[in-house]
């Protein structure tokens, strides 16, 4: 276990909340509990199933987000789930354990149906969502019980009308498709259906309590019993659903901790009524400010850098007036933006929510920060001994190529300096001079461009009077790193020793996790596993691992996309990017039914016939 994790540990809140295990920044696994303290320590204490043992041996870091409740957890846990999809929450992260009631309002007669994914973009209305299939199947029924809405797919209104089928016999239909109802009469029966789904389920409840009473009048108290469940079933799952807050609220909440130097402020997301996440920031030397200044300053920068700005934003505090700020928001949006101070209510709740968050946050960050310091000081000192380099390891540079079967090749260039990463720094390359899967060939390639474009960027800031450490390629690495062995580093000093410069180069080979000199093609260094500068080079190696590969995976999507739907006959380019912002992949638009496809403009019957026709090939 590593320092971060003994410290984190021993500074677990005992309040609700979840908590977010991670492997090497990726999200591993959400979880939810009632007291975070004793939860999370029994996952590095004693015995544990093969999955859950296998989890925790890949955690070296975890997040927290505090919450006021343990439904409250539930929810959360559910959303962060849907949007990360760890690894481990294999049973939770299908859709189909969250399903949401759909009402499209495009229709000419809406149905009410079942969904298991929400898309925003498609102008219906969503309620939910719901835990558990069994509930919202129950909800379904008595709703088309008490309001019959069509269940059909018909295309209302028909040209001619038809004879009604079995449901509007038994009384769960009003037959617009035979004119048994007008639009206005349906129209209405759709918003007390709405109402009922938004919480107000009187109208329901009165029904089935009339006829408890009725069959308990008729002394058959059997049925009367089953109604009488019924109802208490319905009251119970109208409870949750308040908790969850189905009505559309879209907020971001904030609110800031203090402590000396530095400042911490919590953001809170909140969208379409429900609790997304949330995220903390450090406002560095900002400690002595008060917190309206430093919420104010951090609203002017957060939203000004391309994030969506929601329909409400909620803070602890800002300075009066708040009048051009709220202008500044609605400018930036293009639309309507309310900002406010609660003073009570739920909406301080939120912010003494955030306010705890934003706390425990600061605390974290402040008992974390010399130990993270201390390990890295101590990393680039152990890689400096190992190596033997001249100077210390400030800035190192790690290479790494990607491609598949030779196609669509990139080599990655990341950045790490005083041992953390400078994203700002990464590259991407593609690979120009090299056909087919040569990877040494490309690590020729891509050391000798960037160091010759390195030098003559260098050369020319010196002749300008600049500092030639300041341009985007001139300053030089310290020490460069390449994924692979000693054919790997072969090939890459000899790019560096045609571009005319000496920088110490090592390879780091991912099955024993050895270290390969130039010099020592045959004697490699063996880092201790539990010690700093192994794990500093493998965190350089990785991220050159997962920035390439990123970026090759987009190249490659794109070329499949091109080549799939490029195809079809009557899909050109609007048309796939319709297709696309609608489904998210080619997998999931060959997957859907006919009716999907024609939910998307421009996809017709004909149309979306001829692209499921495509897939089944």
């Known amino acids: 276990m590593n320092a971060t994790l003994e410290y984190k540990i021993k500074m677990l809140p005992e309040s609700p909340g979840c908590y977010i295990m991670k492997s090497r920044g990726e999200i591993i696994y959400v979880g939810k509990a009632v007291n975070l303290k004793n939860r999370v320590r029994q996952y590095f204490h004693g015995s544990h199933t093969p999955k859950v043992a296998a989890m925790v041996s890949r955690v070296d870091d975890f997040d927290l987000m505090l919450c006021q409740t343990n439904f409250e957890a539930l929810t959360l846990e559910c959303n962060l789930i849907k949007k990360h999809k760890p690894f481990y929450n294999i049973l939770l992260k299908d859709d189909k354990h969250y399903p949401y009631l759909r009402i499209d309002l495009n229709e000419r007669f809406p149905r009410l149906t079942l969904a298991r994914r929400m898309d925003q973009r498609d102008g219906a209305r969503y309620f939910g969502p719901y835990i558990g299939a069994t509930a919202v199947r129950q909800v379904l029924d008595e709703v088309r019980r008490f309001f019959p809405l069509r269940t ?166 800002l300075p009066e007036p708040l009048q051009e700020l709220e202008n500044w928001l609605r400018e930036r949006k293009g639309g309507a933006v309310t900002l406010s101070v609660p003073q009570r209510g739920d909406k301080v709740d939120l912010i003494r929510l955030s306010k705890k968050n934003a706390e425990d946050a600061l605390l974290k960050h402040r008992q974390s920060a010399a130990i993270r310091d201390m390990r890295t000081r101590q990393a680039m000192i152990e890689l400096k001994d190992a190596l033997k380099l001249p100077v210390m390891p400030i800035r190192i540079e790690g290479y790494d190529i990607s491609n598949t079967m030779g196609e669509q090749s990139v080599a990655a260039m990341v950045v790490f300096e005083n041992g953390m990463p400078n994203k700002k720094a990464y ?67 000899s790019a560096m020793k045609q571009a005319g410069v000496n920088i110490p180069m090592f390879g780091l080979a991912e099955k024993f996790e050895e270290i390969y000199l130039p010099d020592r093609p045959d004697d490699p260094i063996v880092l201790d596993r539990r010690s700093n500068a192994l794990h500093l080079v493998q965190f350089v190696r990785d991220e050159a691992h997962r920035f390439g590969i990123t970026h090759h995976r987009a190249l490659r999507g794109k070329a499949n996309l091109k080549s799939a739907l490029n195809e079809i006959e009557g899909v050109g380019p609007k048309k796939q990017q319709a297709l696309i912002r609608h489904f998210k992949s080619v997998k999931a638009i060959f997957e859907a039914t006919k009716e999907e496809l024609c939910q998307v403009d421009g996809i017709s019957e004909v149309l979306a016939q001829r692209i499921l026709d495509y897939g089944k090939k």
């Open 152 to 317: 059909c797919n018909l295309s209302l209104p028909l040209k001619s009308p038809r004879r009604p089928c079995m449901q509007h016999q038994i009384g769960r239909c009003k037959a617009p498709c035979a004119n048994g109802v007008s639009e206005e009469e349906y129209a209405a029966m759709l918003r007390r259906v709405i109402d009922f789904l938004n919480g107000d389920s009187r109208e329901l409840l009165k029904s089935l309590t009339d006829e408890m009473m009725e069959c308990s009048m008729r002394m058959e108290y059997e049925q009367a019993a089953l109604l009488r469940d019924k109802i208490a079933d319905i009251r119970q799952l109208m409870e949750e659903q308040h908790a969850i807050q189905t009505r559309d609220v879209e907020q971001d909440v904030l609110a800031v901790a203090r402590h000396e130097q530095d400042a911490m402020v919590h953001l809170t997301h909140i969208r379409a009524g429900r609790m997304e996440g949330g995220r903390a920031f450090l406002m560095e030397n900002s400690g002595d400010e008060e917190p309206e200044i430093i919420l104010a300053n951090f609203i002017t920068q957060y939203y000004d850098d391309e994030h969506l700005i929601p329909r409400n934003v909620l803070v602890e505090a």
């Open 427 to 493: 590259r991407i390359y593609r690979i120009k001079t090299v056909q087919g899967a040569n990877d040494f060939a490309s690590m020729y390639e891509v050391i000798l461009r960037r160091l010759t474009h390195g030098l003559e960027e260098r050369r020319e800031r010196l002749e300008k009077g600049l500092d030639p450490d300041l341009g985007s390629f001139s300053k030089l690495p310290d020490v460069i790193l390449i994924d692979g062995g000693p054919q790997q580093v072969a090939f890459a000093q």
